[in-house]
């Protein structure tokens, strides 16, 4: 298996790692909230990282455009890929959480059954937005940039470990079925790998710059996600120990890498 399929293997697969909260008992209100910061933290860096590394690309051609008309051409498409990728990741998001889960929970009576399909609905989102990740992890691993693909192979792998606790959470007190809770897994990590497959075998400028800003998308939507889940502690001082975490957690992966060669 190529070692990019592998990369978006690992990482769609620690969203198993947050299932099993389902059937534990609830964890506490400062615990979910130190999670979700430390999340927020890791998508942060993340976020700027991917943006970081098309912005400098995208500058670069802008700097050489005075030596043609070619240079500029691409700098401007590029420009507007990266916004149009932006764009469909953010509102993306936005759109399928209105129209599936805010709107779909209402429509089924037991708790129970609101439960599992809150559930089935946030696997779906996540899943959504894991494909395109997989794909930014096999861009950035086909065209060169190994540090990266690791460094983002790594921050997913961890953020969907966290994302397991989400697909869990309205599943707490209910006991769902071991069966119920890996069918959720395959759903919300499952694509991750997928998108990695599709991103090893189809490599172009274009699609590297609309994927990556397509991930980087969903993870500003993921960011205002997470702040909103930790608004309730706002001020309390484990929520920015949380973010502190996250983001030193992803500076130190990145640290590693590059010692190690990537």
Sequence with gaps: MPFQITLGAIAGATIFLGLPIAVLPRVGEKTRGFLNAASTGIVLFLLLEIMGQMMEWIEDLFKSSVDGFPQLHNALLYSGLLILGLSCGLLGMIYFERAFIHEGKDEVSTPGERGRHISKMIATGIGIHNLTEGMAIAQAYSWGDHKLAILLALGFGLHNATEGFGIAAPLSGQKPSWKFLLTMGLIGGGPTFLGAILGSYWQSDVLKIFTMSLA???????????????????????????????????????????????
């Design 216 to 262: 980087a998308g969903t993870l500003l939507y993921l960011i205002g996600e997470l702040m909103h889940l930790g608004r309730h502690l706002k001020g309390e001082t484990i929520v920015e120990i949380g973010l502190l975490v996250g983001f030193s957690v992803a500076f130190a992966t990145e640290m590693v890498l590059v010692l190690v060669g990537f």
